[in-house]
């Protein structure tokens, strides 16, 4: 029996910029050739899966995780080549590390600012922690329009400023001296997402020690790892000290730790099977930009944006051939008729390209 005069609805007590959200869409992939999501295609060496199998049964799961994370700490720091007297933070996903981030500058009126477009969970976490969101215009090639974004910065003071290092969804770099500019000009936080970073010849990482309102986040997911989940944030002690409160004890697991430890010690691999991908992105480059019709974009990430005619048709006519990407169109204005494609492996590629010319075709 509803014991109040008028019944709880979610219209009635959700706050109304949480009911103006679209979820976030992660379509159904089984059975697709998957280049939606800038996975890492490569499975990894056999004897090193048997050796994950191993740590895995003997992992103590009725235990929970070690919260401070020691050994996988000492793992990242090491191949991460952290500068002296900075530490790192890690979430579950540096999704997770945006939301500790916008969860503790979001005093009333607080602002969170990046760039347009780029990576959607800035603006998303904005919302759900009641920052207001400022999103500066790229310019037309999608370099950062440093005027604009000075200007930003001095009318709105945002507390937070991201800028993904090289860029999602555009797979740009931005100009080093135009990020340099945008640190010193900010009276708040900048962080440097460098999601992409094993596969852009840059990083903020040595400048860390320089800029006291800089700290650099980074994620394992496209480096492989994006099945356990984990990413951190490089920064001062007097920064991590503060944002530390705020991550809930055990945001990383047993298994996540143990693996990724494990992974850690053999970045190598990875890094290979990064190099492999940069290699295979340079051919995929080649072969879209000889498409006719097809305008491709420069990328330092494991993915290429590319604009062509019809963009949402051919998006369908990829699917029915079996290959998932990413449909842009619709989305920012600057992203008309824009579809993302991940690095696969050569054969995935090929297939991706056999099905894009035959889509091509069969609108023409
Ligand atoms: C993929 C991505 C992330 C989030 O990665 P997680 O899987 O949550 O670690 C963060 N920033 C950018 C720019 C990304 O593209």
């Not at 959200?21 to 004897?47: C, R, W």
């Not at 400023?161 to 500019?181: C, I, S, W």
């Not at 099977?273 to 305008?295: C, H, N, P, Y």
């Not at 369908?316 to 600057?334: D, M, S, T």
Request: proline share 6%.
């Amino acid at each position: 029996m509803s014991s109040a005069s008028t019944a709880v609805t979610p219209s009635s007590l959700i706050r109304p910029e949480i009911q103006a959200l679209h979820a976030y869409h992660v379509p159904p992939s089984t059975g697709f050739i998957k280049l939606d999501a800038m996975e890492n295609p490569y499975l990894l060496p056999q004897t090193l899966r048997d050796e994950l199998a191993r740590l895995v049964a003997d992992a103590a799961i009725n235990r929970y995780p070690d919260a401070g994370a020691y050994d996988l700490k000492a793992h990242i720091r090491s191949v991460t080549k952290l500068p002296s007297g900075m530490d790192v933070l890690l979430g579950n996903g540096s999704d997770e590390i945006i939301q500790v981030l916008a969860m503790a500058v979001a005093k009333p009126g607080a602002v969170l600012l990046s760039v347009e477009p780029s990576f959607v969970m800035y603006k998303m976490i904005a919302a759900f922690t009641g920052m207001r969101y400022v999103g500066v215009p790229l310019t037309q090639d999608f370099s950062l329009d440093l005027q604009a974004t000075l200007d930003a910065i001095k009318r709105e003071r945002p507390a937070l400023v991201f800028l993904a290092y090289p860029n999602n969804p555009t797979g740009n770099l931005f100009d080093a001296e135009a990020v340099k500019r945008i640190i010193e000009a900010s009276p708040g936080l900048v962080v440097v997402d460098e999601a992409y970073y094993a596969f852009a010849r840059d990083s903020f990482i040595p400048h860390l020690a320089h800029y006291d309102n800089l700290l650099v986040m980074r994620t394992f997911s496209k480096l492989g790892m994006a099945g356990l989940r984990l990413g951190f944030l490089a920064g001062s002690k007097a920064w991590l000290e503060q944002l530390e409160k705020l991550r809930l004890p055990y945001n990383v697991g047993v298994l996540p730790q143990l693996v990724a430890s494990k992974l850690l010690q053999h970045h190598d691999v990875l890094l290979a099977q990064a190099a492999s991908i940069k290699q295979e992105r340079t051919r995929l480059m080649s072969v879209l930009s000889d498409i006719r019709g097809v305008k491709a974009y420069p990328s330092e990430a494991n993915f290429i944006l590319f604009r062509v005619a019809k963009a949402t048709q051919i998006f369908e006519g990829l699917k029915q051939r079996g290959v998932l990407i990413k449909n842009l169109n619709g989305g920012h204005p600057a992203l008309a008729d824009c579809l993302r494609v991940t690095v696969g492996t050569p054969d995935e590629d090929a297939k991706f390209i056999a099905a894009l010319q035959d889509s091509i075709n069969q609108l023409a």
